[in-house]
């Protein structure tokens, strides 16, 4: 069951991770942020930093005749494709095309493109796209506080469900013309780690070029809700099963119970030979362990027998035909197999001390009634 949950959880991650960053530079309040020539340049010499891509991004109303989504627009450059994972979601063997500043294209999720009643790859209407502005007075001018493009698109993405149903790539200086963007000003830097670095060891440096005015964020904190959910999850799972567990335990409580009612004239002469107390508890102690040992051991290797046996051959099939994979996905790790036998030791050493220290304290006597 854990192996089974990891494998979800590992597939989930990677689901995410094709379109969220290893580090996220932000603005710490607002909105958009300032990024100088010699930021960029300090960030690009960085050891530890593969790519970065700059961000302008702001929800937007597109439409299609009387069809309408209410989008994410992310308006992304030239090194966003290797940034993140994004083009290799493309679907319909379509290409990976943002256009330019002057033709702007758009890069749909699929969930968009269905709410919009488009094929993104063959569509040949043109898109309406409403963007807000920044207002400098609080009543809105239709005018001057909203911005009306119209886009083609190029492509769909299918990733996952919270992406596919509410983002929309295109070119960045169409976004920031449209916003009216100071040429420096931005709404983030994603950045994409170079292999065997830990994002976290990257912060303070980071954190020395752009300063205490800009939030950093890994992967974690870009989602912690996310993260936080899988964690109580898992716990929660391993709560039940050990749940399971305890409940079993009362069949060996019972067990070692019938076998000291059994054992009472062994007992007894045990006794009678200068056995103690503590000896007799031992015994029946040592009895339930063995149990465990013996249980707990063939469990664990035939649920490792049958993970491996599903890596490679997917034998059981994840059914419903609407998931990214048609099998259950299983990750081993060593931690849970550690985790199940302290549980199964703790529950089976307290089950066994129960009938233990009672046959302990009865009194014997090899004289017949």
Request: aromatic content about 10%; hydrophobic content about 45%; glycine content about 8%.
């Amino acid at each position: 069951m854990l192996s089974v949950f990891n494998g979800f959880e590992g597939l989930v991650k990677s689901l995410y991770g094709a379109f969220y960053t290893d580090l996220k530079i932000g603005a710490a309040s607002g909105k958009t942020i300032t990024v100088s020539n010699e930021q960029l340049q300090q960030l690009r010499g960085l050891k530890g930093v593969q790519n970065f891509s700059l961000i302008a991004e702001e929800k937007a109303l597109v439409q299609n005749g009387q069809y309408q989504s209410i989008v994410y627009l992310k308006g992304v450059d030239e090194n966003y494709r290797y940034t993140t994972g994004v083009a290799g979601y493309i679907q319909d063997n379509a290409s990976y095309d943002i256009g330019n500043g002057q033709s702007p294209k758009l890069i749909v999720g699929e969930g968009v493109e269905n709410a919009l009643g488009i094929r993104a790859d063959a569509n040949i209407f043109l898109l309406n796209v409403y963007l807000p502005r920044k207002s400098s007075t609080e009543m809105l001018n239709a005018y001057e506080d909203i911005s009306i493009d119209t886009v083609r698109t190029s492509a769909s993405f299918k990733i996952q469900q919270d992406f596919d149903n509410k983002y929309a790539i295109t070119n960045i200086e169409f976004i920031k013309r449209a916003l009216k963007y100071a040429p420096d000003e931005y709404t983030s830097i994603e950045i994409k780690t170079a292999e065997k670095t830990d994002a976290d060891v990257l912060k303070p440096a980071l954190k020395k070029i752009f300063g205490k005015d800009y939030l950093i964020q890994n992967k974690y904190e870009q989602n912690k809700s996310l993260y936080s959910i899988m964690n109580v999850e898992r716990w929660f799972v391993y709560g039940i099963l050990s749940l399971i567990l305890v409940v079993a335990a009362f069949t060996m409580i019972g067990a070692l119970t019938m076998l000291v009612l059994e054992k009472q004239k062994d007992i007894a002469v045990l006794t009678s030979l200068g056995a103690d107390r503590s000896l007799v508890q031992k015994i029946f102690l040592s009895e339930g362990m063995l149990l465990a040992l013996i249980g707990g051991g063939v469990g664990m290797l035939l649920a490792l027998g049958i993970a491996v046996l599903q890596m490679k051959t997917h034998f059981i099939p994840l059914t419903g035909g609407s998931f990214l994979i048609d099998y259950f996905p299983v990750k081993l790790r060593l931690f849970d197999f550690l985790l199940v036998s302290a549980t199964v030791f703790v529950i089976a050493f307290i089950a066994s001390w129960i009938p233990a220290r009672k046959a302990a304290r009865q009194k014997y006597s090899l004289r017949s009634e």
